[in-house]
Structures are given as C-alpha cells and as structure tokens.
C-alpha cells in the first residue's frame, strides 16, 4: 500500500494526491473504473481508509473524476447493469458483507 493511500482524509475534501491516487494511479487500477462493479470496488478499497459514513459519497465523486459520468449515468450506459446502490455483482456483493 502506498504512503498516499494510507493517509486517507477523515474530513469531506479529497487531497489531490489521494484524488491522483484513486482517479489514475494504483487506486484506480484496483478499482477498474469503467468497468461493471466499479464502485463496489471503491467502497471495499477506499473503505479501509475512509468512515463508513463518508465513502459512498467518496466513490461517488471518485467515480464521477475517473469516468466523466455518475454511478446512476455508467449504469445507463451499460444498459441498466450495475445499478447503484442496489445491485452489485455477486462477487462483489459477497464482499461487502
């Protein structure tokens, strides 16, 4: 894990660096954004860092820097598959419990 990672914000605003971290650098390649399952895949990640109360917005706004769209437009772009919240893949979904 990197130092960036580590130092997760445990106020509202994202720093830069962590924003590079997750929207380009090794963050996002755990992530996979674009791909179904994104943002799952950021709660799980940016979730050992950041409250839970704060992480759903986290990924939302992540999502947002990363892909140009919100969870709820990807999700209308993949033609109704991985809709947020209420649907992530099984595999996902098995992790998040």
């Known amino acids: 894990m990197s130092e960036a990672a ?3 914000s ?3 605003a994202t720093p830069d660096h962590l924003k590079d971290y997750w929207v380009h650098g090794e963050g996002a390649a755990k992530i996979g954004w674009g791909a179904p399952d994104d943002y ?3 709660v799980l990640e940016l979730g050992k860092y950041v409250s839970p109360g704060e992480v759903h917005g986290q ?4 999502h947002e820097l990363a892909t140009g769209m919100s ?3 990807h999700a209308e772009a993949l033609g109704g598959k991985d809709k947020h919240p209420s649907t992530p893949g ?3 979904a ?3 419990k």
């Open 10 to 12: 445990p106020h509202g």
């Open 6 to 8: 580590s130092k997760a």
């Open 59 to 62: 990924c939302e706004n992540l």
């Open 40 to 42: 799952y895949r950021c």
């Open 90 to 92: 099984e595999h996902v």
């Open 94 to 96: 098995a992790k998040l």
């Open 71 to 73: 969870t709820a437009e």
